[in-house]
């Protein structure tokens, strides 16, 4: 049998604790300011909401519901453009000369208006007419209420380059600006202040996003007049659509910045507030055009839209293989002819026939025809050894562990030559890895578990190891196949198989001083101890984290250590 040389990849053992770098995404303090547009909609916001596209800026509009029942396409376009919907009253009434009950009524009554003509679940900021509301109201108000710092008086000048200049004289970082729609002199003075403003260095967001990227909170019932600078967290990154075909059409992946929603449409239709939010791949028919943003909250703290329309069916991906040192690709659909390159550059070329390639390439790979639209570009890492492996290069600690077990038979890619060596190792999935290693040897009978179905590799696997007293099941007739293996059962499961193959060594003391030894339960401490001293379980700083679990690139390598430990 082949000798293993298992090489300086162990170093990197168990060192299990490794987080990803913090996100730090080098925030560039710009200069931010929301532009906010009250008492419409009227007959002018449609020019405004054009120039406002042209320009890459968003803005905040407190409309009147009298107002929005009338021009209810436009209150669409406002939340299907990523700017904010705001809630300015129903009437325009002074709050402060009504009760509260009859205040209350204008603000909610108005809420009512704008979720039955926006949809979604999105709260409303409040801006209350000439900004009066008593304290005994906004103690009721569910929502913010968003007042101004910079007062252009468009509504007095009513002349835009007045207008104009009363925004730039006036503006600030964090400003929040007070503007009306109904007036076309306020819709052009704007426009033109923040063409300007804009090659000063201002960015002009909606008041949700403006709180957002200075990471301020904005809190129900509190009065906000402009916001203070507390850094800039950034915009929102747009989300990326990809797609491949499978039985019956595409299946759309939509990825986006960690932590945020997605929201999409695969109808054609914008992004409102109701558009629905992606919870995994789905697959679609072609024609179709599938929209995508990433969205903190709905109303204006959004990012841009990534759009894909797929007008034809797409190839399907091209298997690939290795023989002989040579590359064969295999297309799913007639007429479908394979690119490929080797290397991280270069023109793609047709393959034709079988492609030699050497050993430690990297080699790109897709499939196209006449009526098909291309697959995804793949990417596999042909190995010294000669193993395709998608999801593992080169540079990771594993690489060689993993060749050697992909050689070995102990682990088997799926059908994109992936080994997802990052995922963490179920109890199923290590009794699989060893009794491969253990050269399958023939058991017959009836798995004495009763979440285990016979007629698996992985039942005969747990069938064989539980004879041999490598596994143990559950009190409860279970032997839970799917649940993570622990750091302390997988001790115990190597030095029982070490001992079935006849390595049997004495323990040597002190090999466990674990800053976290009392955390190891009883029943695993000699075992522990025992793969510890053998050199073939080790902690990381200090700790063995014996509840922990493992990925499956350390458990493989814990295996590999076990068979070199056989044979020397
Ligand atoms: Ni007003």
């Known amino acids: ?59 905040t509009f407190f409309v009147l519901g009298s107002r929005a029942g009338v021009y209810t396409e436009i209150v669409e376009r406002i939340t299907q453009e990523g700017h904010q919907l705001g809630n300015h009253s129903y009437s325009h009434a002074d709050l402060n000369k009504l009760s509260v009950d009859a205040a209350l009524k204008e603000m909610t009554g108005t809420d009512g208006i704008l979720y039955d003509l926006a949809g979604g679940g999105s709260p409303f900021c409040y801006r209350v007419p000439y900004g009066n509301s008593t304290a005994a109201l906004r103690e009721k108000l569910g929502s913010p209420v968003v007042l101004w710092s910079v007062d252009t008086l468009d509504w007095k000048y009513k002349d835009a380059a007045q207008v104009e200049k009363n925004i730039k004289e006036d503006i ?47 809190e129900a019932g509190m009065a906000y007049y402009s916001c203070p600078n507390g850094g800039d967290l950034g915009s929102i990154p747009q989300p990326e659509i990809t797609s491949r075909a499978v039985e019956g059409g595409r299946e759309i992946t939509i990825t986006g910045p960690e932590g945020v929603p997605i929201y999409y449409t695969s109808d054609g239709s914008p992004i409102g507030f109701d558009a629905q939010k992606y919870t995994g791949p789905f697959t679609v028919q072609e024609p179709c055009t599938v929209r995508a943003v990433a969205a903190v909250n709905l109303n204006g ?17 091209p298997a690939i293989s290795l023989e002989g040192g040579k590359l064969e690709f295999k297309t799913a659909g007639d007429g479908e002819s394979v690119y490929f390159r080797v290397g991280e550059s270069g023109p793609y070329r047709q393959a034709q026939g079988a492609a030699a390639v050497k050993s430690g390439s990297y080699v790109c790979f897709y499939a196209q025809g006449e009526n098909t639209d291309p697959s995804p570009v793949e990417k596999v890492w042909v190995s010294e050894r000669g193993t395709l492996m998608a999801d593992i290069s ?36 290590l009794a699989q890895i060893i009794y491969r290693a253990q050269g399958k040897p023939g058991v017959s009978g009836e798995v004495p578990y009763e979440d285990v179905k016979s007629g698996t590799e992985q039942a005969k696997a747990i069938l064989w190891g539980s004879r041999q007293g490598i596994f143990e099941g559950y009190g409860d007739g279970t032997f839970r196949p799917d649940s993570p293996l622990e750091r302390q059962e997988l001790a115990k499961i190597l030095s029982i198989w070490l001992k079935v193959r006849g390595v049997d060594s ?63």
Request: proline share 4%; hydrophobic share 40%.
């Open 394 to 429: 080169p540079d990771k600690w594993y690489y060689e562990a993993m060749d050697l077990a992909a050689q070995l038979g102990y682990i088997e890619p799926d059908k994109s030559n992936r080994y997802y060596p990052d995922s963490t190792i179920s109890r199923g999935e």
């Open 172 to 218: 600030k970082d964090g400003s929040i600006i007070l503007l009306h729609d109904i007036f076309s002199t306020s819709v052009q003075g704007a426009l033109a202040a923040i063409e300007d403003l804009q090659k000063e260095g201002y960015e002009f967001v909606t008041v949700n996003e403006l709180y957002r990227r200075r990471g301020a909170a904005m």
């Open 301 to 317: 703290s959004r990012s841009g839209e990534a759009e894909a329309q797929f007008d034809r069916p797409q190839a399907f991906s």
């Open 1 to 59: 049998m082949l000798k293993l040389r298992i090489i300086a990849v162990f170093m990197a053992l168990f060192t299990t604790l490794m987080s990803a770098p913090a996100a730090a995404r080098a925030a560039e303090n710009t200069k931010l300011a929301a532009i906010t547009f009250d008492d419409g909609p009227g007959p002018y916001t449609d020019e405004l909401l054009d120039g406002l596209k042209e320009l890459g800026a968003h803005a």
């Open 506 to 568: 004495e323990q040597q003391d002190g090999g466990a001083e674990y800053l976290d030894w009392a955390e190891v339960s009883q029943w695993a401490r000699p075992w522990v101890e025992k793969m510890t001293s053998m050199g073939i379980l080790e902690g990381s700083g200090g700790y063995f984290d014996p509840r922990g679990t493992l990925t499956a690139a350390q458990a493989v390598t814990a295996v590999l250590r076990c068979v070199e430990t056989v044979q020397n």
